[in-house]
């Protein structure tokens, strides 16, 4: 599985809530910045499943890959609609993903969130 591959792979599963692959595709020291927030993988997987974010549409309008020695960058351009705190939000992101190989395949080692004007 390339990084775009694991990229949305990772994104259906915040969708989906699926725990276990988010634990299987992020690595245990990863972390998520996000607009308001800093959390690392178990934090961010406890916040997706206590539904303090619910990825509610996840409009993605590109991708691009760039390796730099061991490190695969994903740039996903996005429309993202979630729930946070039972609140609709709405925001065009660009997210920064870097994703090196662990134990034979890319992993998620960090995702970072930027709002731009759409």
């Known amino acids: 599985m390339n990084a775009k591959e694991t990229s949305?792979?990772?994104?259906n599963a915040m969708h989906d809530e699926d725990a276990q692959m988010l634990k299987e595709k992020i690595m245990p020291g990863a972390l998520f910045?996000?607009?308001g927030i800093t959390a690392d993988r178990d934090e961010e997987i406890d916040i997706i499943m206590k539904r303090g974010i619910v990825?509610?549409?996840?409009?993605i309008k590109s991708?691009?890959?760039?390796?730099v020695g061991p490190v695969t960058?994903?740039?996903?351009?996005?429309?993202?609609?979630?729930?946070?705190?039972?609140?609709t939000v709405v925001n065009?992101?660009?997210v920064t993903e870097a994703y090196i190989e662990d134990e034979g395949s890319?992993?998620?080692a960090s995702m970072s969130y930027t709002r731009i004007n759409d």
């Open 8 to 11: 949305i792979a990772i994104w």
């Open 33 to 35: 910045v996000h607009m």
């Open 55 to 59: 990825y509610d549409k996840i409009d």
């Open 63 to 67: 991708q691009t890959e760039n390796k």
């Open 73 to 87: 960058f994903v740039y996903t351009k996005m429309k993202l609609t979630a729930i946070v705190n039972g609140n």
């Open 92 to 94: 065009p992101f660009v």
């Open 106 to 108: 890319l992993r998620l």
